[in-house]
């Protein structure tokens, strides 16, 4: 079966635009994670999703951030404004069930520039 | 601030060598300790994990050493091969919890 997939892959952006980055998860995934990589800094936890609910939202770094997941599927993590520091690779992650013990899968992620 | 320090930041190594990677971390809360590698263009995916009641896992050539005490855990990858260069990271979590502290990851490249 096919894993997880993001979308688009490379996105290049002018300081103060609005971006919007796709995930498609696992079918039949319950936990949706959000992840951002930076050169150096390892993975930073910035949200996840049990079905269409984010319970802890205070992994976003501001709230220029936000993030929804529509029937228990596709996720969209949606920057505004953004600003040149959001530069990343933006990660996201699916899991069977919630919880440290059911395993992530990653999606190749989406590189985010910002000029 | 980094929960979980990982060094070093890159490592070389010959082919048939021994690749070392060390974590520590400060939140004693935390019983679960993944290894995750990365490939250029690619996501993590896991590679191995370990929980604090043990001190030792081995899956084949990777094995985690971990010291309860000490607070740190390692990944040790003996006979290292030129296929092994990737980013290892280390995590550490609760069992109970769904987030996940990454280490800052490790440029491994085993040289043939």
């Known amino acids: 079966g096919a894993g997880v997939s993001q979308s688009p892959s490379n996105k290049v952006t002018e300081k103060g635009k609005d971006v919007e980055l796709r995930c498609d998860p696992i079918s039949g995934h319950t936990a949706l994670y959000w992840y951002r990589q930076s050169l150096g800094q390892g993975l930073e936890f910035l949200i996840y999703f049990q079905g269409n609910s984010a319970p802890d939202k205070s992994g976003l770094p501001s709230d220029r951030f936000s993030a929804e997941r529509t029937g228990g599927s596709v996720s969209t993590l949606t920057i505004q404004r953004t600003q040149q520091e959001d530069s990343a690779v933006y990660l996201c992650?699916?899991?069977?069930?919630?919880?440290?013990?059911?395993?992530?899968?990653f999606g190749p992620g989406t590189r985010l520039t910002v000029l | 601030q980094q929960q979980v320090k990982q060094s070093p930041q890159s490592l070389i190594v010959q082919k048939g060598g021994i690749s070392i990677i060390n974590c520590a971390y400060e939140n004693t809360a935390f019983d679960y300790f993944p290894w995750y590698q990365q490939f250029p263009g690619k996501g993590p995916a896991l590679l191995i994990a370990?929980?604090?009641?043990?001190s030792e896992k081995k899956e084949g050539r990777f094995t985690i050493s971990f010291n309860k005490s000490a607070k740190q855990f390692s990944l040790h990858i003996m006979d290292s091969q030129p296929g092994d260069s990737a980013t290892y990271f280390c995590?550490?979590?609760?069992?109970?919890?769904?987030?996940?502290?990454f280490g800052t990851g490790t440029s491994l490249t085993v040289i043939p």
């Open positions: 370990i929980r604090p009641d043990v």
């Open positions: 995590a550490a979590s609760t069992l109970t919890g769904n987030q996940f502290y």
């Open positions: 992650a699916s899991s069977l069930y919630w919880g440290s013990l059911n395993e992530q899968f």
